[in-house]
């Protein structure tokens, strides 16, 4: 059975910074391109990184890019999602998403299997 969860969310003041972790179980994470999503509410679930299987190609969305890292280290099945100067922007439930080719999760936004999300709420 194929398996995301996600941890290391939490209520962070502006400014402030989280680290959000995605492990597998039940298949080989660097078989696999990860994704990040979020969704707040009212909104629909947009794409904030990628990381190719690799983690040679990665992709950040714009609103994002300089603030968030992604990172991955297939020997210990883990991807990172690093999120600092979060804004309240950024509050949302974020997701993390496996698909064995990046373009079917940056731009196809389709996956094999989704983790089943962590909370952060920036506020202060």
């Known amino acids: 059975q194929l398996q995301l969860v996600e941890s290391g969310g939490g209520l962070v003041q502006p400014g402030g910074s989280l680290r959000l972790s995605c492990t597998a179980s039940?298949?080989?994470?660097?078989?696999?391109?990860i994704g990040w999503f979020r969704q707040a509410p009212g909104k629909e679930r947009e794409g904030v990184s990628c990381?190719?299987?690799?983690?040679?190609?990665?992709n950040y969305a714009e609103a994002v890019k300089g603030r968030f890292t992604i990172s991955r280290n297939n020997a210990n099945n883990m991807v990172w999602l690093q999120m600092n100067s979060l804004k309240p922007e950024d509050t949302a439930v974020y997701y993390c998403?496996?698909?064995?080719?990046?373009?079917?999760?940056?731009?196809?936004?389709?996956?094999?299997?989704w983790g089943q999300g962590t909370q952060v709420t920036v506020s202060s």
């Open positions: 998403a496996a698909a064995r080719h990046s373009w079917d999760l940056w731009v196809r936004r389709k996956a094999d299997v």
């Open positions: 039940g298949f080989t994470m660097g078989e696999y391109a």
């Open positions: 990381i190719s299987s690799s983690g040679v190609n990665i």
